[in-house]
């Protein structure tokens, strides 16, 4: 987003009401940026994070269509078709071509709005879900799965990429008794041939770079068959 507002493209080939458009969008605490043209839009959302596009279908240098379809292909923002074709078919090739709402001219104000906050209340929530799926927390430790790093309180902790597997999998697993071969054979992905060594090994690396005084959860051996990770 562009600062604390956010940033919306309207591609409109009419002017008049494209700057009619901006003004009531600004009015209401968003920021707007105005294209004429299919190459002008192309231009701007090459420049800019959008985080919503307002679509006419009829353009003078081409399709809204097909503009929708490569704004698709490059961003999950959404996109709001506002055009002047009514027939049916336009709403549905609009939706088939990405977009996620379709409304006709003359508009009412007061739904324009409505839809263009709700649209981006749903984005911001998918992104803030995203975000939230790819980090796991269990007491003071942190798995920022993007980064493939791990976390006790504010210090990274350092694992190498095959370290952070290991945790990965017992943390995914919490409570569960994981065997030894069902361990090394997940990360390793090669049999381990009833040696335990390089496991152990590594995993009381992962301990040692975890550090002694970490809270909230632990890694136990089930002596004899595999590791347990626990958060309390």
Known sequence: MSGSKPLILIVEDDKD???LNA???????YNVVIAHTAAKAREQANSHPFDLFVLDVALPDGCGLTLCNEFRNKTDSPILFLSSKTETLYKVAGLDAGGDYYLTKPFDKAEYLAVIQSLINRAQRSRRK???SAIIKKGTLTLKLDERKAYVGKREAGLSSREFSTLLLLVQN???KLAYDYIYETVW?????NDTRAL???ISRIKKKLGEEYEGFSIYNEQGFGYVFSAK
Do not use: S, T
């Open 17 to 19: 009401l494209a700057h």
């Open 23 to 29: 003004r009531l969008l600004m009015r209401h605490g």
């Open 174 to 176: 919490e409570d569960n």
């Open 130 to 132: 995203a975000v939230e």
């Open 200 to 202: 152990r090994q590594q």
């Open 189 to 193: 992905q090669a049999e381990m041939n």
